[in-house]
């Protein structure tokens, strides 16, 4: 396996499922992990049928197992566990979110695995964690985004609470997970130590990215509300319509920023105010600090106004739909958006590599393969003969 990046030499055996645990699979996969992508034999990872396809090809999954070679193995089955424990044993990282206990019923447990390789990080991605009072329930992005406060934050302050439009908690998850994989990986080599079980449910980055809502619950007994596009921290922020028709995001966090938009739209004297030197000040005085900038933007094209903008040193921009994100020439120059061949869809569009390391940078090197196609080269590689191998598939526990 011809590799490059940091993690070059790390293998991944990826058996979850969905999101979350392959993003977190597919980073690795770009940073030069070896990332082995297990899957139910009949009936593949059920990301291969989530989102548009191509004359049959599914799209998404052609993004999320890039970099990652794909074996069909039916785990539940005994002898598909003995193929597991073989290939655990010249592993480093295994991902897997199947329900608490599952993996202990199928006889691959942390303690079996631990046993077989004491190396091993084995990062368990759950909706609700190995324990507790919900980690018996099923759990998906969408639950974590209602339990987490995420939903009950967002929407019209008159209107109901608002799901993402797609995959927010899994996706926080998976980079989270990146995270923790990788200090467990620098414990077990940098430091000496031992591999280590991982439990991160999805529910967690969810109730921290949401921001302190329990503290200030518990410290003040306020429940904070939705407040649509305005912010509860600082003002004006919120989205505003060009004489064209587009929307603009404008956000003044810092102060100094404020004060160069009031100077744009023509009221430099709140500046001066006492209250508009902190964002809590301001956002007292939103429905002015809103109703003047929404009518500086409303007379003007949305050319004229990010340029005003960009001139003066104050932050906007546009509400793009994915065309404006695929056209965007910032996001091909910077590498967030990449071309990559693909063996059956020709040049395809895609998230870049995340981030840009200098030293080691990562790369895609194919994209998602078909199920099975790399089946045969790993049980041969672990000892199995053609025979056997015959075999297993005419049970149904490889394909």
């Known amino acids: 396996m011809v590799s490059s990046g940091p993690l070059d030499g790390i293998v991944v055996l990826d058996i979850s499922t ?10 690795l996969g770009d940073y030069g992990a070896d990332v082995i992508k297990i899957e139910h034999p009949a009936r593949g990872d059920a990301m291969r049928g989530h989102g548009p396809s191509k004359d049959g090809v599914p799209l998404w999954w052609s993004e999320v ?54 190396g091993l990080i084995l990062a368990r991605v759950t909706g609700w964690g190995q324990d507790g009072p919900y980690a018996s329930r099923p759990g998906f992005g969408t639950l974590a985004e209602a339990m987490s406060g995420f939903a009950h934050l967002t929407g019209d ?7 993402p439009a797609f995959g927010l908690a899994d996706s926080i998850c998976g980079v989270t997970a ?22 991160l449910s999805i529910i967690e980055p969810m109730i921290m990215a949401t921001g302190p809502g329990p503290m200030i619950y518990q410290q003040l007994g306020e429940d904070p509300v939705r407040t649509g596009n305005r912010s509860t921290s600082n003002a004006p922020r919120n989205l505003y319509r060009c004489a064209d028709g587009s929307w ?10 404020a004060e160069r938009v009031m100077h744009l739209v023509g009221h430099p004297e709140v500046i001066d105010e006492p209250w508009f030197e902190t964002g809590q000040g301001r956002v007292e005085h939103v429905d002015d600090l809103d109703k003047w900038v929404a009518e500086w933007i409303g007379e003007r094209t949305t050319d004229e106004v990010v340029q005003a903008f960009t001139d003066a ?38 998230h870049g590599v995340l981030g840009r390391m200098q030293e080691t940078p990562g790369e895609i090197r194919f994209t998602g393969r078909p199920l099975g196609h790399d089946t045969d080269e790993f049980l041969s590689a672990v000892g199995y003969g053609p025979d056997e191998i015959a075999e297993l598939r005419g049970r149904g526990v490889v394909a």
């Open 18 to 27: 969905i999101l979350a645990g392959p993003l977190a699979a597919q980073v």
């Open 65 to 118: 197992a890039r970099n990652k070679r794909t074996m069909g193995l039916y785990l539940g089955d005994p002898a598909g566990a003995d193929v597991f424990k073989r290939l655990v044993e010249t592993a480093d990282i295994v991902i897997e979110n199947f329900r608490p206990g599952t993996l202990e019923r199928w006889g691959i447990g942390w303690d079996v695995l631990h046993a077989i390789n004491p």
């Open 157 to 163: 302050p008159d209107g109901p609470p608002t799901l």
């Open 178 to 199: 990146v995270g923790l994989i990788a200090m467990a990986l620098y414990h077990r080599d940098a430091r000496g130590g031992k591999g280590q079980q991982i439990d």
């Open 248 to 257: 603009l995001a404008v956000s003044t966090s810092a102060t100094s920023v």
């Open 313 to 350: 040193g104050a932050a906007i921009a546009p509400v793009y739909t994915s065309r404006q994100v695929a056209e965007d020439p910032h996001f091909s120059a910077t590498g967030i958006l990449t071309t990559v061949e693909d063996e059956q869809l020709g040049p395809l569009l895609m």
